[in-house]
C-alpha cells in the first residue's frame, strides 16, 4: 500500500495513505522509509487508532511507539492534531510540505479542544501556548492535549501557577518553543499516549539538554511495557492518562 502510494506519488500526485497506526509504522516503517522519505515524496500517511485506543483488541493493535519510529526517519514530517479541527488545519497545510508526511490521530472520538476562530494562525512546527506557568509547564500532545488542558484547571483551583503547551509537531519539533516554557517554569511534565521512550518525552528531553536547561522534569506516558487489554476508558484512567491521572503525576513533581 505505501509503496503503490510512492508509485502514484511520483507521477506528480499528492496520495494519501490511512490504516491503524500500529500497522502502519510497524509493518510499513521500511516502506515509508525507503520509498517515501528517501526519495522525498509527497505521500500523507495516516495512521489512526493511535495508542492505546483500541483497547480490547490487545497489543497487536495498540500503537504506542509509532512516534519514535516516525520521528527517526529523515524527511518524514510527524503531526499529532489535538482534534477533528487542527487535523483540518494539517491536512490544508500538508499541500505545501514537499516530503511526505505522518498523521497520528485517534479513533474520531476526540473532544473538541479548538474553536472555530482558535486556529487562525496555525502553523506547523509552531507550537500553541495555553498560558504560562511558573510551577509547571505541561507540554502534551495529540490525544492528551484535551486532558492536559483539564488537568491544569485543576490545578489553577489548588494555586498552582501552570501553563500547557500543545506540541503537535513533533518534527520538525519546536526547540524554541520547549526552551522558553522551561527557562521560564521550575517543573516540566510531558504527556503522550505513546511509550516513555523515543516519543514527545525524547524530544522534549533532548531539545532540554542541548540548550543546557537544567529543569525539574517527568515523561509521563506509557512504562516501557506492552500495554493492558480493556476499553479505552479503563486503561486512560490505569495509566493516569486522563486529567485525574495527570493532575495527579503533576502533584508528585511539584512535591
Given at each position: 500500500m505505501v509503496s503503490a502510494a510512492a508509485g502514484l506519488a511520483a507521477t506528480g500526485l499528492q496520495v494519501h495513505v490511512a490504516t491503524f497506526a500500529s500497522f502502519l509504522a510497524l509493518l510499513c516503517a521500511e516502506q515509508i522509509r525507503t520509498d517515501t522519505a528517501y526519495t522525498k515524496l509527497p505521500?500523507?500517511?495516516?495512521?489512526?487508532?493511535?495508542?492505546?485506543?483500541?483497547?480490547?483488541?490487545?497489543?497487536?493493535?495498540?500503537?504506542?511507539?509509532?512516534?519514535?519510529?516516525?520521528?527517526?526517519?529523515?524527511?518524514?514530517?510527524?503531526?499529532?492534531?489535538?482534534?477533528?479541527?487542527?487535523?483540518?488545519c494539517m491536512l490544508r497545510a500538508s499541500v505545501d510540505v514537499p516530503g511526505p508526511m505522518y498523521f497520528r490521530i485517534g479513533r474520531g472520538r476526540d473532544p473538541e479542544v479548538y474553536g472555530a476562530e482558535d486556529l487562525a494562525d496555525f502553523?506547523?512546527?509552531?507550537?500553541?501556548?495555553?498560558?504560562?506557568?511558573?510551577?509547571?509547564?505541561?507540554?502534551?500532545?495529540?490525544?492528551?492535549?484535551?486532558?492536559?488542558?483539564?488537568?491544569?484547571?485543576?490545578?489553577?483551583?489548588?494555586?498552582?501557577?501552570?501553563?500547557?503547551?500543545?506540541?503537535?509537531?513533533?518534527?520538525?519539533?519546536?526547540?524554541?518553543?520547549?526552551?522558553?516554557?522551561?527557562?521560564?517554569?521550575?517543573?516540566v511534565l510531558t504527556v503522550e499516549e505513546h511509550n516513555v521512550i523515543g516519543g514527545l518525552g525524547s524530544a522534549v528531553a533532548?531539545?532540554?539538554?542541548?540548550?543546557?536547561?537544567?529543569?525539574?522534569?517527568?515523561?509521563?506516558?506509557?512504562?516501557?511495557q506492552y500495554s493492558l487489554v480493556g476499553p479505552p476508558t479503563h486503561l486512560y484512567r490505569h495509566y493516569q492518562l486522563d486529567a485525574d491521572g495527570i493532575a495527579a503525576v503533576a502533584r508528585q513533581l511539584l512535591g
Open positions: 505521500v500523507r500517511l495516516i495512521g489512526h487508532h493511535t495508542g492505546i485506543t483500541l483497547g480490547f483488541y490487545g497489543t497487536s493493535h495498540h500503537a504506542t511507539e509509532d512516534l519514535a519510529i516516525t520521528r527517526s526517519i529523515a524527511n518524514l514530517t510527524v503531526v499529532a492534531p489535538a482534534d477533528p479541527r487542527q487535523l483540518s502553523s506547523l512546527g509552531r507550537a500553541i501556548r495555553h498560558g504560562a506557568g511558573e510551577d509547571l509547564a505541561i507540554i502534551a500532545t495529540g490525544s492528551m492535549v484535551h486532558p492536559a488542558l483539564a488537568a491544569a484547571e485543576r490545578l489553577r483551583a489548588e494555586g498552582v501557577s501552570v501553563g500547557v503547551v500543545d506540541m503537535h509537531t513533533i518534527k520538525p519539533f519546536d526547540t524554541d518553543t520547549v526552551v522558553d516554557v522551561a527557562r521560564a517554569a521550575r517543573n533532548e531539545a532540554l539538554a542541548e540548550a543546557g536547561v537544567s529543569v525539574n522534569f517527568r515523561r509521563h506516558g506509557i512504562a516501557d
